[in-house]
Antibody, heavy 122, light 112 residues
């Protein structure tokens, strides 16, 4: 059974930093691209970033480019999202999502974690 | 970015009756690989999204056959032949023919 367990969400002040983690199990983690998708309170879904199966390639939404960094440790079956210079508009539940293939072009998310809440407020 | 527009915003359905949700994209989702990169998700209350349909009309593992997807190019439809209580939630369409993947605004389905 595929399981994705996010952690690291917290209340942080504007301008602060946070690192989210996503522990994966139930599938061959190193074989699949992974994404982060967020959902602001009461709002819709917004894709944040994607990383290829090897970790060699990443892409980011314009709204987070230059502030967020996605990475993965295939030896630990874990995905990360380093979030710097946080803003109020980054407040959201952050989901990690498994891709259906190793590359992210024309891919989709077949399994999602339960999410972790990030609140940016003073 | 490709804009995804869903209608209606909300739907109230009597159990056992059909429901239909429309999704339109600002450009064609048909790729030269022959696939149309349109997906449907359901987010049940308090839960993460779950995949319903991929590439327009393929039901994901475990999805009941009362769900069906159709459409081509820029116009797509998700149909539920007989709505059940467990089908309530927010339905989202998503495209990933090009980065960034973008979602529709969502359609809230509730039971009368």
């Amino acid at each position: 059974e595929v399981q994705l367990l996010e952690s690291g969400g917290a209340l942080v002040q504007p301008g602060g930093s946070l690192r989210l983690s996503c522990a994966a199990s139930g599938f061959t983690f190193r074989s699949y691209a992974m994404s982060w998708v967020r959902q602001a309170p009461g709002k819709g879904l917004e894709w944040v970033s994607v990383i290829s199966s090897s970790g060699g390639s990443t892409h980011y939404a314009d709204s987070v480019k230059g502030r967020f960094t996605m990475s993965r440790d295939n030896s630990k079956n874990t995905l990360y999202l380093q979030m710097n210079s946080l803003r109020a508009e980054d407040t959201a539940v952050y989901y990690c999502a498994k891709g259906s293939s190793s590359w992210y072009d024309r891919d989709y998310f077949d399994y999602w974690g339960q999410g972790t809440l990030v609140t940016v407020s003073s | 970015d490709i804009v995804m527009t869903q209608t209606p915003l909300s739907l109230s359905v009597t159990p056992g009756q059909p429901a239909s949700i429309s999704c339109k994209s600002s450009q064609s989702l048909l790729h030269s690989d022959g696939k149309t990169h349109l997906y449907w998700y359901l987010q049940k209350p308090g839960q993460p999204p779950q995949l319903l349909m991929y590439e327009v009309s393929n039901r994901f593992s475990g999805v009941p056959d009362r769900f069906s997807g159709s459409g081509s190019g820029t116009d797509f439809t998700l149909k539920v032949s007989r709505v059940e209580a467990e089908d309530v939630g927010l339905y989202y369409c998503m495209q990933n023919i090009q980065l960034p993947p973008t979602f529709g605004g969502g359609t809230k389905v509730e039971i009368k």
